[in-house]
Every structure is written in structure tokens, then in C-alpha cells.
């Protein structure tokens, strides 16, 4: 027992604020919020409630949208980083890290400055007067905005370690680039990009303050929904709000396992 001794403090900050927590959100999920009751009620209410699984959708939406662009401009970011000196590399990477935690009410605050109704940007550049940050596509600016950076966090370390020589091996053979990098590069790096897109799939389904900032509730999202349920816009339903988290959880549970699967064959 003396050689578990040293896991104590660790076994007991995750049962304190992960383990606890999800039990207790698991059984209220199943509790009615009028009558504190037993039932599926709150379930049966997410599929026939049009307002929720639409929250849903529209949280799928927007991520799904923003990981493929945050993936793809985070791979053109990397390349181009490394045809740079490793000096440079590591500035433009240090700035990187910092974009990547730069998130949440700061972030809606800065593209408030620079595209909002009275933006730098707007009165520099009047073309730009018909954008409207506080739409959808203002909201996927922002997603994409913080999900480069921190794809290139990720994927970085991994895109360093492609060999200059197996581009070179196969440009002597006469294959074509495009050649290459399906053949060579892309599935070398396979791992590591299924890896950030989960990153970026969970960071985007899980964003709140930057998209309650710019939009308040008029984007039906689901994390904007779990916090108006557990707030209470008019009155509260935090079980209902606990049953839309659950969901949230299992979707995602689902879909590592789907991509671990894969993985392995």
C-alpha cells in the first residue's frame, strides 16, 4: 500500500473536481426540475424539443467548419514556418502559443476594436462596412481565429520531424509533389493531425465566453444554452442543463473512440 501512498493527493484533486462533479451531473440529468423526481423527461426533451438539438447542430456546424480551416491553415502555417531559420522558427512559434491562449472575452474585446460597428478596421478600410462580426460569419472569424494557433502547437513538433531528404528521394524519382505528400508526408503525419483535430473539435464544442460575448443568445449554441439553463435566462433548469452536458460528453466519447479505432487498423 506505501508505493500507491504518493497517488493520494492526486486520486483525491480528481475525485474533488472530476469525478464528483460528473456523478452529480450524471444524476441530475435524470431528475425533473419542477418536482426533483426521477425521469427521462429531460432526455425525451432534447429530441423533441427543436430549439435544443438545434443548438446542437449549430455547435457541430461551426466546429466542424473551423477545425478543417484551423487544420489546414495551421499545416500551410507550418510549412512556411520551416523554411524559415530555426531563430525565426522559434519567435514566430513563441507567438503562436500566445495566440493559442488567447481566447474568451479578451479575444471578443480586441475584434470588437478592430471589426465591431465602429471598428479601426472599418473606418480604415470602408469596403469592410458590410461585415458583421455579430453573425455567423463574424463568430467563424473568431473560431478560426484562435484554432490556428493552436493547431500549429500541436502539430509543429510532428511537422519538423518530415526529412528534407524524403522530398528530395522523391522529387529524384520524378514523382510530383502532390505525389509526396500523399504518399509520404501525409500519412507519416496521420497521427498527429487526427490528434489536433480532436483538440480543435473539443476546444470549439467547448467555447462559450467568446461567442456569448459577440452574440449573446441571438446564435443558438449549446454551450450558450447549457449557461442559460444553469443561469436562467427567465428561470432556471440546471437538469436540463446537466442532461445537454451528458450529451455533449458522450458525443464526444464517441467520436475518440471512433478515431482510436481507426487509428489502430
Same mark, same amino acid.
Given at each position: 500500500?506505501?508505493?500507491?501512498?504518493?497517488?493520494?493527493?492526486?486520486?483525491?484533486?480528481?475525485?474533488?473536481?472530476?469525478?464528483?462533479?460528473?456523478?452529480?451531473?450524471?444524476?441530475?440529468?435524470?431528475?425533473?426540475?419542477?418536482?426533483?423526481?426521477?425521469?427521462?423527461?429531460?432526455?425525451?426533451?432534447?429530441?423533441?424539443?427543436?430549439?435544443?438539438?438545434?443548438?446542437?447542430?449549430?455547435?457541430?456546424?461551426?466546429?466542424?467548419?473551423?477545425?478543417?480551416?484551423?487544420?489546414?491553415?495551421? !499545416?500551410?502555417?507550418?510549412?512556411?514556418?520551416?523554411?524559415?531559420?530555426?531563430?525565426?522558427?522559434?519567435?514566430?512559434?513563441?507567438?503562436?502559443?500566445?495566440?493559442?491562449?488567447?481566447?474568451?472575452?479578451?479575444?471578443?474585446?480586441?475584434?470588437?476594436?478592430?471589426?465591431?460597428?465602429?471598428?479601426?478596421?472599418?473606418?480604415?478600410?470602408?469596403?469592410?462596412?458590410?461585415?458583421?462580426?455579430?453573425?455567423?460569419?463574424?463568430?467563424?472569424?473568431?473560431?478560426?481565429?484562435?484554432?490556428?494557433?493552436?493547431?500549429?502547437?500541436?502539430?509543429?513538433?510532428?511537422?519538423?520531424?518530415?526529412?528534407?531528404?524524403?522530398?528530395?528521394?522523391?522529387?529524384?524519382?520524378?514523382?510530383?509533389?502532390?505525389?509526396?505528400?500523399?504518399?509520404?508526408?501525409?500519412?507519416?503525419?496521420?497521427?498527429?493531425?487526427?490528434?489536433?483535430?480532436?483538440?480543435?473539435?473539443?476546444?470549439? !464544442?467547448?467555447?462559450?465566453?467568446?461567442?456569448?460575448?459577440?452574440?449573446?443568445?441571438?446564435?443558438?449554441?449549446?454551450?450558450?444554452?447549457?449557461?442559460?439553463?444553469?443561469?436562467?435566462?427567465?428561470?432556471?433548469?440546471?437538469? %436540463?442543463?446537466?442532461?445537454?452536458?451528458?450529451?455533449?460528453?458522450?458525443?464526444?466519447?464517441?467520436? %475518440?473512440?471512433?478515431?482510436?479505432?481507426?487509428?489502430?487498423?
Amino acid at each position: 500500500m506505501k508505493k500507491y501512498a504518493g497517488l493520494v493527493p492526486l486520486i483525491s484533486l480528481l475525485a474533488a473536481f472530476l469525478i464528483v462533479p460528473l456523478i452529480f451531473m450524471l444524476l441530475s440529468s435524470f431528475q425533473s426540475d419542477q418536482t426533483g423526481t426521477w425521469t427521462m423527461t429531460n432526455y425525451t426533451e432534447f429530441f423533441s424539443n427543436s430549439y435544443y438539438y438545434q443548438a446542437f447542430f449549430n455547435s457541430l456546424l461551426i466546429t466542424m467548419v473551423s477545425c478543417i480551416l484551423g487544420l489546414t491553415g495551421a !499545416m500551410v502555417l507550418c510549412i512556411c514556418l520551416l523554411q524559415l531559420s530555426e531563430k525565426t522558427q522559434e519567435k514566430i512559434t513563441f507567438v503562436s502559443n500566445l495566440a493559442a491562449n488567447f481566447a474568451g472575452i479578451p479575444l471578443a474585446f480586441s475584434f470588437i476594436i478592430l471589426l465591431g460597428n465602429a471598428g479601426v478596421m472599418k473606418l480604415v478600410m470602408p469596403s469592410l462596412q458590410a461585415f458583421d462580426l455579430y453573425s455567423w460569419w463574424g463568430l467563424g472569424l473568431t473560431y478560426v481565429y484562435f484554432q490556428i494557433p493552436l493547431g500549429v502547437l500541436f502539430l509543429y513538433p510532428s511537422m519538423r520531424e518530415l526529412k528534407k531528404e524524403w522530398a528530395e528521394v522523391s522529387a529524384t524519382l520524378g514523382t510530383t509533389a502532390f505525389y509526396y505528400w500523399r504518399k509520404v508526408a501525409l500519412p507519416f503525419l496521420r497521427p498527429s493531425l487526427i490528434t489536433t483535430f480532436i483538440i480543435l473539435f473539443a476546444n470549439g !464544442m467547448g467555447t462559450y465566453e467568446t461567442a456569448y460575448a459577440l452574440t449573446g443568445s441571438n446564435v443558438n449554441l449549446l454551450t450558450v444554452r447549457i449557461a442559460s439553463l444553469v443561469s436562467g435566462d427567465v428561470f432556471a433548469k440546471p437538469n %436540463m442543463g446537466s442532461a445537454l452536458a451528458v450529451l455533449f460528453g458522450l458525443m464526444m466519447i464517441t467520436l %475518440m473512440s471512433i478515431v482510436g479505432r481507426k487509428e489502430k487498423k
